[in-house]
């Protein structure tokens, strides 16, 4: 694939880039033009691919149903209880230790 420069061009771009080749003045054009070509020309960006969700083949909407009532229990047993108004129980309780 010819790119259209030469061969001193394509030395002095892969120089701007740090990429130094020895043998470069006596490597096959080809080759030279392939190292160029992986290195200097810019790759065009992949394309993303459109996301289609694809229905999952083991949904069952009767255990979405299950779910979503056990979530229900637990968040009804989950809730505080209303506490009696027994004062007496409020106060901070001494508890007397031997230390023999």
């Known amino acids: 694939m ?3 420069l030469s061969r001193a061009d ?3 771009q892969l120089e701007k880039r740090r990429i130094f080749l020895g043998d470069g003045k006596d ?3 080809d080759r030279l033009e392939d190292i160029y070509r992986n290195y200097i020309v810019p790759k065009p960006k ?3 691919k459109p996301r289609n969700p694809s229905p999952d083949p083991n949904f069952n909407p009767i255990e ?6 056990r979530i229900k229990s637990v968040v009804i ?4 209880r209303a506490h009696a108004e027994n004062k007496s129980d409020d106060q901070a309780k ?7």
Do not use: F, N
């Not at 047993?77 to 505080?80: M, P, S």
């Open 2 to 4: 010819d790119l259209g």
């Open 10 to 12: 394509m030395l002095e």
């Open 27 to 29: 490597m096959p054009l």
């Open 46 to 48: 992949r394309e993303r």
């Open 64 to 69: 979405i149903e299950q779910l979503a009532e």
């Open 77 to 80: 047993v989950g809730q505080k």
């Open 94 to 100: 001494q508890i007397k230790m031997d230390l023999d």
